[in-house]
């Protein structure tokens, strides 16, 4: 079954830099676009990220252009999310799933992982 393992998080202080990785399998990563998201305390899940099957295309949500980067590594069926300049509102779980605009897979979200920034 699909399995999306999301790490990489913890505290950091503002203006810091975290990188995240996403470890998937149960599906042929290579043909999947792949995506991040984020849910604070009390909001809704929003995207934050993605990118194509092949890496050709990335999007970001306008909050975090220009300081977060999405990557992947087909080989290792692995997505990334590089995070520099972090604010205080970045702090959320962050979560990663198929799909470019949508979670492909809804219903298989992982555990996520916790990034907070404070000082």
């Known amino acids: 079954q699909v399995q999306l393992v999301e790490s990489g998080g913890g505290l950091v202080q503002p203006g810091g830099s975290l990188r995240l990785s996403c470890a998937a399998s149960?599906?042929?990563?290579?043909?999947?676009?792949m995506s991040w998201y984020r849910q604070a305390p009390g909001k809704e899940r929003e995207l934050v990220a993605a990118?194509?099957?092949?890496?050709?295309?990335?999007n970001y949500r306008d909050s975090v252009k220009g300081r977060f980067t999405i990557s992947r590594d087909n080989a290792k069926n692995t997505a990334y999310l590089q995070m520099n300049s972090l604010k205080p509102e970045d702090t959320a779980v962050y979560y990663c799933?198929?799909?470019?605009?949508?979670?492909?897979?809804?219903?298989?979200w992982g555990q996520g992982t916790q990034v907070t920034v404070s000082s």
């Open positions: 990118i194509t099957s092949a890496g050709g295309r990335t």
């Open positions: 799933n198929a799909g470019f605009n949508w979670p492909q897979y809804a219903g298989s």
């Open positions: 149960g599906f042929t990563f290579s043909s999947f676009a």
